[in-house]
T-cell receptor, first 114, second 107 residues
Framework: ETGVTQTPRHLVMGMTNKKSLKCEQHLGHNAMYWYKQSAKKPLELMFVYNFKEQTENNSVPSRFSPECPNSSHLFLHLHTLQPEDSALYLC?????????????FGEGSRLTVL | RKEVEQDPGPFNVPEGATVAFNCTYSNSASQSFFWYRQDCRKEPKLLMS?????NEDGRFTAQLNRASQYISLLIRDSKLSDSATYLCVVNNYQLIWGAGTKLIIKP
């Protein structure tokens, strides 16, 4: 059983909808990440939070808005998305951002934008 | 040139065979290296770190060649359960991911 849980697992939304992805980690880690995974492409880092502070925003469009209320929870708020935003969104955690330890991933939220 | 490059495959290999694949990286200052495994429709999971001296974990052996800037993964006596996509990851103060090599083990 994964120590990182993501909800919802699947989401279909129209371009004008507003939705949120949720991630929770039960590992006592201090860093949390959002990644985007598109078919046959490398994982793309979107955001990094370390001790609740955003330390990385990888030039992500403003239609993606992250929120990290505490070290255990991470949200990704979505609004006015485009069809090319359809992908698997993976949340991950690690002991601290920038360390060379293991990343622990959730099972992902598969997003389809119509 | 991509920062981290992998042959996408798929590699179709009979059960029991040995299979190896490489990953090349462009930044010679890269500090650490990893192999992750991703099963179909699942999340990536760390398979092993890659050390300068090479390292082995059961049937899996990872090697680093800094001069030629590549890392390799060797799987001996392959099992059906080894079927997955293997992701190469390079740490340049930020983790840079390859797109993965798909491995299919056939009975």
């Amino acid at each position: 059983e994964t120590g990182v849980t993501q909800t919802p697992r699947h989401l279909v939304m129209g371009m004008t909808n507003k939705k949120s992805l949720k991630c929770e980690q039960h590992l006592g880690h201090n860093a949390m990440y959002w990644y985007k995974q598109s078919a046959k492409k490398p994982l793309e880092l979107m955001f990094v939070y370390n001790f609740k502070e955003q330390t990385e925003n990888n030039s992500v469009p403003s239609r993606f808005s992250p929120e990290c209320p505490n070290s255990s929870h991470l949200f990704l708020h979505l609004h006015t998305l485009q069809p090319e935003d359809s992908a698997l969104y993976l949340c991950a955690s690690s002991q601290e951002a920038g360390d060379t330890g293991e990343l622990f991933f959730g099972e992902g939220s598969r997003l389809t934008v119509l | 040139r991509k920062e981290v490059e992998q042959d996408p495959g798929p590699f179709n290999v009979p059960e029991g065979a040995t299979v190896a694949f490489n990953c090349t990286y462009s930044n010679s200052a890269s500090q650490s290296f990893f192999w992750y495994r991703q099963d179909c429709r699942k999340e990536p999971k760390l398979l092993m770190s890659v050390y300068s001296s090479g390292n082995e974990d059961g049937r899996f052996t990872a090697q680093l060649n800094r001069a030629s800037q590549y890392i390799s993964l060797l799987i001996r006596d392959s099992k059906l359960s080894d079927s997955a996509t293997y992701l190469c990851v390079v740490n340049n103060y930020q983790l840079i991911w390859g797109a993965g090599t798909k491995l299919i083990i056939k009975p």
